[in-house]
């Protein structure tokens, strides 16, 4: 009998646990949740997240793309002007660490006009930050170059 009363109890115990850690509202959208001490910079079109971090100490900043399952896929660690290319024989994705005035980054790859999504800066100070996934390309004579404009649409960064 004491058995009895001891599994109940310890039954009872756990389903008010498993109860209190259920979330009230199951409609809710999850937050995303990115490496720790990172902060989301933007959502690309193919669902791809970028996360942005930047040291007090160094001064560095550090980016990582990640699949929408939480994947890392790419990452960048710089003080900026700098561009990561996560295959420079076979690039299929581009992350840009650039100067705090920079607002839009423009690739143009091999022909096409490609605009890459710009993160959100931690500060104003900040550099900025930009990702790109590229679309299924052929190499041709035209090559690439990249430009990054501030406001006012004045190139401040270049490849």
């Known amino acids: ?16 646990v498993l109860v209190g850690c259920a979330s ?4 809710a959208p999850a937050e995303a949740q990115g490496p720790n001490g990172y902060e989301l910079a933007a959502t690309l079109d193919d669902g791809s997240e970028l996360w942005s971090d930047r ?8 980016l ?3 699949t929408p399952e939480g994947r890392m896929i790419h990452s960048c660690l710089g003080s900026g002007p700098l561009m990561c290319w996560d295959d420079p024989l076979e690039p299929a994705m581009l992350l840009v660490i650039g100067p705090p005035e920079g607002t839009t980054a423009t690739l143009s790859w ?4 490609l605009p890459l999504t710009a993160g959100e800066r931690e500060a104003d100070d900040a550099p900025s930050v930009f990702a790109l996934v590229l679309p299924d390309y052929e ?20 490849s």
């Open 1 to 16: 009998m004491r058995r009895t009363a001891l599994r109940a109890a310890a039954l009872i115990a756990a389903s008010l």
């Open 64 to 66: 990582i793309l990640e």
């Open 24 to 27: 009230g509202d199951p409609e």
């Open 55 to 62: 040291s007090p100490e160094s001064g560095l900043t550090d």
């Open 110 to 113: 091999y022909g096409e006009s």
């Open 139 to 158: 190499a041709n004579d035209q090559g690439w170059r990249l430009e990054v404009t501030d406001a006012s649409g004045a190139v401040v960064m270049t």
